[in-house]
Every structure is written in structure tokens, then in C-alpha cells.
């Protein structure tokens, strides 16, 4: 079992509203494509499609507050800066970036059967 942590969650989330970015999202696992082929053990194989089904799951059954979801989507779906997803959301990009950060742990917590804690509890930040 992999462990889904902060940097593999940011490269998978625009899988979720783009079917298509998964064509773009390399397995670090395999080797280039130039290299020579050897024998492959299936014990080892990709394990990137069950990332993008558990991709999926995560985004639908974490626990994110609208403010996150709205965030993540504008971030990750359609690729805007912190700045201007915090405009559209009525918010600084600060705050913006904040409602990501919480998104991403949330969602990393649920694909690993964890309950999430915020080191930003004590924070008054609009969420």
C-alpha cells in the first residue's frame, strides 16, 4: 500500500475534473521512454490508475468545507494563481492558498484512513 502524502495528492488532483491529465501525469517508477526494455516484475507494476480511482474517492468523500472545495478546484481544475482564485472566491490569495494547503491534508488524511489535524487550528483565517 502506498501512502498518499501532500506532494503525490497535488500531482494527481487535476485528474479529478480533467480525464485527460492523466496522459500528462507521469508514473515515477517507470523509466524513460528511450531506455532500453527489460524484464518487469508485475509485483512492481504501475500503481497509477488505482492512484486515479483513489484520486477520485478522496475528492468525493473528504471531508473539505465548501470554501476548500471551491479552492482546490480553481487551483488544481483550472490552474489559477492564489491571487485569483482568492478574487473569485472573495477572499486574499493568502487565504486562498491557505483553504488548499487544509484541502490537499484533508484529502491525503482520507486516502490514508486518517483523521486530519491542522496545525492551524488556533488561526482565524475565513475557511
Given at each position: 500500500?502506498?501512502?498518499?502524502?501532500?506532494?503525490?495528492?497535488e500531482h494527481l488532483l487535476p485528474a479529478v475534473w480533467d480525464a485527460e491529465a492523466a496522459y500528462?501525469?507521469?508514473?515515477?517508477?517507470?523509466?524513460?521512454?528511450?531506455?532500453?526494455?527489460?524484464?518487469?516484475?508485475?509485483?512492481?507494476?504501475?500503481?497509477?490508475?488505482?492512484?486515479?480511482?483513489?484520486?477520485?474517492?478522496?475528492?468525493?468523500?473528504?471531508?473539505?468545507?465548501?470554501?476548500?472545495?471551491?479552492?482546490?478546484?480553481?487551483?488544481?481544475?483550472?490552474?489559477?494563481?492564489?491571487?485569483?482564485?482568492?478574487?473569485?472566491?472573495?477572499?486574499?490569495?493568502?487565504?486562498?492558498?491557505?483553504?488548499?494547503?487544509?484541502?490537499?491534508?484533508?484529502?491525503?488524511?482520507?486516502?490514508?484512513?486518517?483523521?486530519?489535524?491542522?496545525?492551524?487550528?488556533?488561526?482565524?483565517?475565513?475557511?
Amino acid at each position: 500500500m502506498t501512502a498518499y502524502d501532500r506532494r503525490l495528492v497535488e500531482h494527481l488532483l487535476p485528474a479529478v475534473w480533467d480525464a485527460e491529465a492523466a496522459y500528462g501525469i507521469r508514473n515515477p517508477q517507470t523509466p524513460d521512454a528511450d531506455m532500453p526494455k527489460a524484464a518487469t516484475d508485475p509485483k512492481s507494476a504501475t500503481t497509477l490508475f488505482a492512484h486515479l480511482a483513489d484520486i477520485r474517492r478522496g475528492w468525493a468523500t473528504a471531508p473539505l468545507s465548501l470554501g476548500e472545495r471551491q479552492a482546490l478546484v480553481l487551483r488544481y481544475g483550472a490552474d489559477l494563481p492564489d491571487d485569483e482564485s482568492g478574487a473569485l472566491q472573495g477572499v486574499t490569495g493568502r487565504a486562498a492558498r491557505y483553504r488548499c494547503e487544509r484541502g490537499v491534508g484533508k484529502i491525503a488524511a482520507q486516502l490514508n484512513g486518517r483523521e486530519y489535524t491542522d496545525g492551524y487550528e488556533e488561526l482565524k483565517i475565513a475557511a
